[in-house]
């Protein structure tokens, strides 16, 4: 006779474990259809963003210049060490060979004196210390000594600064390297920012960056005439003039791109005057103007509490000047750059 079992009942932990695990997903599925979309930042929010990239990126560029600034003069003065080492060696050469003259000499007449003998075979600095060596030599071969000596330790000295300059360049060459990768990490998140936009988005930004530049540049050609702060501020002004259009490209000098302290120096290059690479460095070179009303055409005008943005002051408060990554050199207001407006400096 067949067997009839009941079925075995779950128990009630299971039953409740269940139970929940079903609410659980029925209530993350009603979540979900309910949520609304992550909405996309609008096209002035990643403007927003974008500018404050950029800023940042030519903070990091200014930094950047001074190592590179620094580089160069480093390898310039190593350079210059190296050729007076080189120099001095020679010098050090004929010195030792004119002793050598001395020391054949008298052996050709009888003999060399045991002392002479001595050095020309070792260093002369643990005989000069010694005063029964001078006694045993001439007045002509204790002065040919001294020489030798004191070229000697020049040498030495110099060799060892040209081994500090070489140690400073390495860690500026590091230092170089990572400038570099934070501007570069700052543009590049930049351009993902600007590719989220849709190409309609992205001809609009330009288009009001257009009608910023021909707005600023009809107040600058309509608001009077304005007197350059001198003939060299004036000739500066007007080179600077002739890159209007010119894109910047951050740590460029000219003449085919710019950064901000790039124009400057470039601009007042071509009147003859060498000023400081970085913006930094340029505040400190000619003479301070603090208030705006004072400033004249061709002074230097800065911006942001670090001075990390350097322009030509074009008049009627506006200022010339390479603005930052995506754009050219071009007329802006003053008030529009986006950060206070520090000090000028007349070169």
């Not at 990643?46 to 001074?66: C, I, M, P, R, S």
């Not at 045991?114 to 030599?137: I, V």
Request: glycine share 8%; charged share 25%; hydrophobic share 35%.
């Amino acid at each position: 006779m067949a067997s009839h079992r009941r079925p075995k009942q779950p128990s009630r932990t299971r039953v409740t474990v269940l139970t929940t695990a079903a609410a659980a997903a029925v209530a993350l599925s009603s979540q979900a259809a309910n949520a609304a979309p992550s909405e996309k930042p609008s096209k002035d929010e990643v403007k927003a963003k974008v500018d404050k990239l950029y800023e940042e990126a030519e903070q990091a560029t200014e930094k950047y210049n001074g190592a590179k600034e620094k580089q160069e003069k480093l390898q310039k003065e190593i350079s210059t060490i190296q050729d007076n080492v080189a120099r001095g060696q020679e010098e050090l050469n004929e010195l030792r060979d004119g002793l050598g003259s001395m020391a054949s000499a008298q052996y050709r007449s009888g003999g060399i004196d045991p002392s002479l003998q001595l050095f020309l075979s070792a260093d002369p600095d643990n005989y000069l210390d010694k005063a029964s060596t001078l006694d045993q030599l001439s007045g002509q071969q204790v002065e040919a000594l001294k020489k030798i000596q004191t070229k000697q330790r020049d040498l030495a000295q110099q060799r060892s600064e040209a081994s500090e300059k070489l140690k400073d360049l390495s860690a500026t060459r590091t230092e170089l390297g990572k400038k570099k990768k934070q501007v570069q990490g700052k543009l590049s998140s930049a351009q993902k920012l600007l590719n989220t936009l849709t190409a309609q988005e992205r001809a609009a930004l330009q288009e009001e960056e257009q009608r910023s530049n021909r707005a600023s540049e009809r107040q600058v050609l309509t608001g009077g005439k304005t007197t350059p702060a001198s003939g060299r501020a004036g000739a500066a002004f007007a080179a600077a003039q002739s890159k209007i259009g010119t894109p910047y490209v951050y740590g460029a000098t000219g003449p085919s791109s710019f950064d901000c302290s790039g124009l400057t120096s470039w601009a007042y290059a071509q009147a003859g005057v060498g000023i400081p690479r970085t913006s930094q460095a340029q505040a400190n070179y000619g003479t301070r103007i603090s208030s705006m009303s004072d400033l004249q055409v061709g002074d230097l005008v800065f911006f942001f509490s670090d001075l990390h943005h350097v322009g030509l002051y074009a008049g009627n408060g506006q200022v010339l000047h390479a603005p930052r990554t995506g754009t050219n050199v071009r007329y802006e207001s003053m008030g529009t750059i986006g950060g206070p407006f520090m000090f000028g400096v007349r070169v």
